[in-house]
């Protein structure tokens, strides 16, 4: 049986203790061919299969930049995005901004550059006209959690996943409702091309 926590959180405001970056750094989209160029890179932890994923389906890349380094970076979707278990794909609310995949290169944490990343996306995706920006942490990632505090995100709900042998029950609290998170499975969204339901998962909605 495996089992998994994830906290929910949603950023909707800009925090100003996060949109200036050491001036020494770049902050910035990355285009598709630079992130392949970044791919290449084994430190990057960007695989070519993933970045061949992320980029079919219009997900964006924004990175800090140490000149030709590849300091930090995250990446944001409005599409179903695939979690771990990788069977399992996270969809939200078009209104917001999913965040996912946030990486800082070991010779640069302990600089924020993760919150000063995002929030200078969040700014960004904002003056496009989205609401906010959604993100999951999992429970025991202390790290990820300090950051996404740090920049003002507020925890609005979670998601328990519970599989085995390929099955998965998932249990979304109802705060999660308002932001339109739910799971969906694989399998039933290549067969049909809608959104798997209660036939490919055992979905609960929580009452708190």
Request: hydrophobic share 40%; charged share 25%.
């Amino acid at each position: 049986m495996r089992a998994k926590l994830l906290q929910c959180f949603c950023a909707g405001f800009v925090n100003p203790a996060f949109i200036e970056r050491p001036p020494q750094y770049v902050a910035r989209f990355l285009s598709p061919a630079e992130i392949r160029n970044f791919g290449m890179d084994p430190e990057s932890d960007m695989t070519e299969d993933f970045v061949a994923e992320a980029l079919a389906k219009g997900d964006e890349c924004f990175g800090i930049l140490d000149g030709q380094t590849l300091a930090a970076y995250s990446w944001y979707s409005t599409k179903p995005t695939r979690i771990r278990p990788p069977e399992l794909f996270l969809r939200i609310d078009g209104h917001y901004i999913y965040m996912y995949k946030g990486f800082t290169r070991n010779r640069y944490r302990g600089q924020r550059l993760h919150a000063i990343g995002k929030t200078l996306a969040l700014q960004a995706f904002m003056n496009r006209g989205f609401r906010g920006m959604i993100s999951y942490v999992e429970f025991d990632n202390a790290d990820s959690l300090k950051s996404t505090r740090r920049m003002g995100a507020r925890l609005f709900g979670s998601i328990f996943i519970f599989g085995m042998f390929g099955h998965y029950i998932v249990f979304v609290t109802r705060g999660c409702r308002k932001f339109g998170v739910r799971i969906e499975r694989e399998r039933e969204r290549s067969a049909s091309g809608v959104p798997g339901q209660e036939t490919a998962l055992r979905i609960q909605s929580g009452t708190k």
